[in-house]
């Protein structure tokens, strides 16, 4: 009678006669409690509720509370959200759905890009790695492949190979490392070299790359420079024919590539200064899909119209003197190369 269910011994009175219990919901063990309103003792579970009652001030069971218990193995359903990170034991997993620490995520993810770097130089990628956290030219024992692709590298000492011409008073220098254009002192008076065709070197699917380098301009006023890959070369150079290239007029760099019926140019954001330089310029166009074109190293403009088509490509470079003036541009070694 100490948990206070029966109110007083005034209540106790009552029980004279068998009447003044409900037996239909008393059972062996049961706590009885007086009911004023029915004038009668009856089992009314109040113990069972009283410790269901997960607010109850007595001590319960996790699984009573609906807790984790801090010993044991539990299955636990629903989203649970952690306010902070949880802290995992210094252990590797060893089962696949097992939770991993973030130094074993972050050495998991280096022996990857190691794997995958090791397969792409041996098949002769580049060296090149760049992820989150991690970036650097890898050192690796097996030699790269130097003939997974078709590569050109013209260094300029000897202008063997190449065709010059141009107006009276041009000049045109091979002189390692340096291939020097000069365009006469007289308006619209021009200078070019030209290579013999590239059989079929842009065809459906693949990646032309090329690179040429600025090394010296002597003006930027009063003058147009085409540098591109084509598949014919006029003088001047025209926007209707297959090419892929840069054009400088005024100092302006331009990305542009053309197919036979037009030319698409846009503008790079790069003024080419007049001084010794080292501007690298790459055009990378894969046939079909776009053209891409980079100054340093870094992508200035993607075309995806006016993309050159298939078929034999030369290299011409053109300087031509918009006034009473001389022009002239340094180029460094030319590099090309095309995926089989």
Known sequence: MGIGLIPSLKELLNLDELKDVDISSVADGDIIRWLAAQSLFRNTN????HLANLSNPHTV???????VALLGNETIAGIKTFSSIPVLPGSNPTLANQAVRKAYADLFTLLTI???HKTRHQKGGADEVSVAGLSGVLAEDQPAN?????REIVS???KDGITEGGDAGYEVTAAFPLLKIKAADTTDYDAWVKTDTWTNL???GKVVTWDIPIMWIGAVVDVTIWLRLATHASDPPTAKTSHFGWKIIEENLYSTPGNNAAEEAQDTGIDIGVAFQFTSLTAVLTAGTNVKFYVDGVLKTTHTTRIPGNGHYLMHFHVRSEANYQRQINLGRFFMERSY
Do not use: G, I, K, P
Not at 146 to 150: F, G, I, K, S, T
């Open 156 to 158: 300029w000492l000897t």
């Open 114 to 116: 190691f794997n995958a």
């Open 61 to 67: 069971t996790a699984a009573q509370a609906l807790a």
């Open 202 to 204: 842009v065809l459906a």
């Open 146 to 150: 130097m003939v997974d692709r078709y």
């Open 46 to 49: 109040d113990l069972t509720s």
